[in-house]
């Protein structure tokens, strides 16, 4: 007995079942499609935890520091991660002996042919028993069982991390994108608007040469009803406008009823320029690649916790303590009672269970494998459709203001050549109408290069510093939360120690 307890501590420290973790190759790009990468080099003044501030909007940076501390989902995910992190603990806790203290007062009556050394002749014992013991409970990790379930539970606790920053990348890269898309319906309803000025005093003109004589009820018509276009159009913007308000509440825990977002009169900015490092190194920084790897080991382990069941499993039990049929001889010497030793579980037959415990466990592996590449295809295509819209919507957006350009120059010829009675109404008409559609589409096309700048920036994992580590986002705590009464919170013996003050409190009182 003295020689197996070193011997199956040294055997627990070297046998561990199962296979070793090792992640996975995967086929990333040397250079993506249609763009000219730079040759990687130190990036540590490139921003990453803070990547939105490269659009250099102030109200951007106030939206998404307010979503990072109040989003609900965000809260959630950070919930999920505690919990995971609190299973890795309970986990590990399973290396080290179970210690309990077991009290017991009963009344009992003992068998007439119990087991004895001596004939008992019809003796018994009927009365009370009282029992004070320790008992402790050790199970020797031969096989790593126990070891690869602190493997797998640490590596979920890892993915749980990897999905709160995914959650936050994603709820940041929406702030941005519905962000754009509010301010890119700011300067189009101020187009509009506009137009509606311009086309307001333009049915003043018709309807004043009308009543002159000098002009027709066509032409003041047509100009009524170019007014009234453009109006109607100005409302269904603005309906826009406030359901892209709405989103942007939700996203930072805000009641849409009292959120607004000023409207801003100036244009939008010029998108970041392209980042600098090798497209695999990125690639590799984003959270759900980073979820769908931890996943995948804390599967691999869970194969050696599945093998394991196939051997025998050994605990080291002792029992010590005091038993007394009298309570005032509980803690003599002679009440004492002590027994200890190895128990040793064999595994001879459980209906087939084990095999199709393992099975599931490799099924598990498999899945957790394809969505490990699946997730490295889907980053390679995120990021090769990002660079392709901002690469055509440059050139698109180049084009536009030129067609721009040449609108305007057309709207003004045309009001000449109607002034000076050389061509008629509807050129006008058209010309205006040509003009603040291009006006519109160029507007548009930036709000689409800066969101396609998010979405390359999502797609890389959030910036493209990959120095910086991952800090878990600091949220606002719900009130709600964790709002145990007091006495609920304190420990055992605090209980207890409170309940004899308050037993002394009502002695003292007359």
């Known amino acids: 007995m003295r020689l197996l307890l070193p011997i199956l501590l040294s055997t627990s420290a070297i046998a561990q079942v199962g296979p070793n973790y090792e992640r996975p190759a995967t086929e990333a790009p040397a250079h993506f499609k249609n763009v000219a990468w730079r040759e990687a080099r130190p990036s540590a003044s490139q921003p990453k935890g803070e990547w939105w501030k490269v659009f250099h909007d102030a109200k951007l940076n106030e939206l998404m520091a307010q979503a990072t501390t109040n989003n609900q989902n965000l809260k959630a995910a950070i919930a999920r991660f505690d919990q995971a992190r609190a299973t890795a603990r309970i986990a590990r806790t399973d290396l080290l002996p179970s210690l309990s203290v077991p009290l017991s007062a009963n009344r009992q009556r003992t068998s007439e042919n119990a087991i004895s ?111 009234a276009s453009a109006e109607a159009e100005t409302s269904s913007l603005q309906a826009q406008r ?61 194969i050696g916790v599945a093998k394991a069941q196939f051997f025998p499993s050994i605990k080291l039990i002792g029992s010590g303590g005091f038993q007394s ?72 957006a180049e084009a536009q203001q030129r067609a721009r350009n040449s609108a305007e120059r057309a709207a003004s010829l045309a009001k000449t050549r109607y002034e000076s009675g050389t061509s008629p109404y509807l050129d006008v008409i058209e010309a205006n109408r040509t003009t603040l559609s291009t006006q519109r589409a160029t507007v548009q096309l930036a709000s689409q290069r800066l969101i396609a700048s998010v979405s390359l920036i999502k797609a890389l994992g959030g910036g493209w510093n990959s120095t910086q580590p991952g800090v878990m986002p600091v949220v606002t705590p719900d009130p709600a939360a964790r709002s145990l009464p007091e006495s609920e919170k304190k420990g055992f013996f605090s209980k207890v120690k409170g309940l004899f003050k308050k037993k002394e409190k009502e002695a003292v009182m007359p």
Do not use: C
């Open 325 to 396: 049929a009298d309570i005032d001889l509980l803690m003599q010497p002679e009440s004492l009672i002590w027994s200890y030793g190895p128990s040793i579980s064999i595994p001879l037959f459980s209906g087939g269970k084990n095999h199709f415990n393992l099975s599931k466990a490799k099924a598990a592996h498999d899945e957790a494998l394809a969505d490990y590449r699946q997730a490295f295809l889907t980053a390679v295509a995120d990021v090769e459709t990002s660079l392709s819209s901002i690469r055509n919507l440059a050139i698109s």
């Open 117 to 227: 050394p001596i004939p008992l002749n019809g003796l018994y014992y009927e009365g009370p028993a009282y029992n004070a013991t320790t008992d402790l409970t050790w199970e020797l990790d031969l096989f790593g069982k126990i070891r690869r379930g602190v493997e797998a539970g640490r590596a979920d606790a890892e993915a749980a991390a990897d999905t709160v920053h995914n959650v936050l990348l994603g709820i940041q890269a929406d702030v941005a994108t519905n962000y754009f898309k509010l301010r890119s319906l700011d300067q189009e309803i101020r187009l509009v608007r506009e137009a509606v000025g311009l086309r307001g005093e333009a049915f003043k003109i018709a309807k004043a040469r009308v009543q002159a004589g000098a002009g027709s009820e066509l032409e003041q018509a047509q100009s009524e009803t170019e007014v």
């Open 242 to 302: 406030d359901q892209l308000e709405n989103a942007i509440a939700i996203l930072l825990g805000s009641s849409a009823a009292s959120f607004r977002i000023p409207v801003s009169g100036s244009g939008l900015y010029s998108p970041p320029s392209l980042p600098v490092g090798a497209p695999s190194d990125l690639l590799e920084r984003r959270p759900d690649i980073a979820q769908a790897e931890r996943s995948l080991a804390a599967a691999t382990a869970r």
